[in-house]
């Protein structure tokens, strides 16, 4: 007989809806073929460095996180809203994913949501970060209607953490190393912690770089249970030349079904991402959705 994981999970348990998100594709299995999200291109500027990321990108055929093809002001994000809500009535979430990182503007992401829950307040207001900028925020987040937080931990050792991100910007000055990797950890923890206390569903994820974090990973999904984390979400690298990082392999399916299990020990496995861009609309499990 297994525990019970913080939050009343059962390990082993079928996962189903994280509480309080029927209809949201990426925390309810199965809204993914019914319910859609539209992430809106607010944020184009980031706050820390990772070693696999490139946002240069405008090509409207490459679908991963960090890229958009084009970026909207508050105003336009709405308008933009309201053409896709017109054009496909089954979206239910609007969330700002990028291209950079929402929390290193977050005046213009607090202003987009704010407008969402003033016209749209039937959409659900979700919102993907690195965390560094986000423990301030939470309150102001959730008074403009957001109501489901992601936010990416890679690494849970300062050590590891070392070896993905090369800079952390935090009030003009520039951190890396170990030092970088260990404030952006306390900065995760205290800002997923915060979400939970004002009552906000919290997604972990995770990017799993092989031969840097896959013998790492089942200890972030211990810490986000820990921290009240709702459930996790283990995505495979994509490796872009150019990038420090981008001559690794992406993880074999076989490795990330074997490491989601063992993570499952933890907190729930999403296991359908997308791995959508900051512009992406539609339903995830529709052809040419990102
Ligand atoms: S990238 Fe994954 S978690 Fe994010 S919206 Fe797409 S399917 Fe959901």
Not at 121 to 149: F, K, M, Q, Y
Not at 166 to 174: F, L, P, S, T, Y
Request: aromatic share 4%; with cysteine; proline share 9%.
């Amino acid at each position: 007989m297994h525990a019970v994981a913080p939050g009343g999970f059962r390990p082993g348990a079928p996962s189903g809806p994280a509480k309080g998100s029927p209809g949201h594709p990426c925390f309810d299995d199965a809204a993914r073929s019914t319910s859609g999200r539209v992430h809106l291109p607010v944020a184009p500027a980031c706050n820390i460095a990772c070693g696999y990321c490139d946002r240069r990108s405008d090509c409207p055929n490459e679908c991963r996180p960090g890229v958009a093809s084009r970026l909207l002001s508050p105003r336009e994000a709405e308008a933009a809203l309201a053409d896709a809500l017109a054009r496909d009535p089954r979206i239910r979430v609007a969330g700002v994913a990028g291209p950079g990182d929402p929390m290193a503007m977050p005046e213009a992401v607090v202003e987009t949501f704010a407008r969402i829950k003033a016209r749209f307040p039937w959409l659900i207001g979700c919102l993907s970060t690195n965390g560094l900028g986000l423990p301030e925020h939470v309150d102001a987040l959730a008074r403009a209607g957001v109501s489901h937080v992601t936010v990416t931990v890679n690494a849970v050792r300062p050590e590891v953490g070392a070896r993905i991100y090369d800079a952390v910007r935090w009030q003009g000055r520039e951190l890396s190393g170990q030092e970088g990797a260990g404030f952006l950890l306390e900065r995760q923890r205290r800002g997923i912690a915060a979400c939970r206390a004002r009552g906000l569903t919290v997604k972990v994820n995770t990017v799993l770089a092989p031969g840097v974090n896959d013998a790492h990973v089942e200890d972030v999904a211990r810490e986000a249970a820990r921290l009240g984390a709702d459930r996790m979400n283990l995505i495979g690298l994509i490796p872009v030349p150019g990038t420090r990082l981008g001559d690794l392999p992406a993880p074999c399916p076989g490795v990330l079904a074997a490491l989601r299990g063992r993570c499952a020990r933890h907190l729930p496995q999403m296991r359908h991402c997308a791995r959508c861009r900051a512009d992406a609309a539609g339903l995830l499990d529709e052809a040419g959705c990102c």
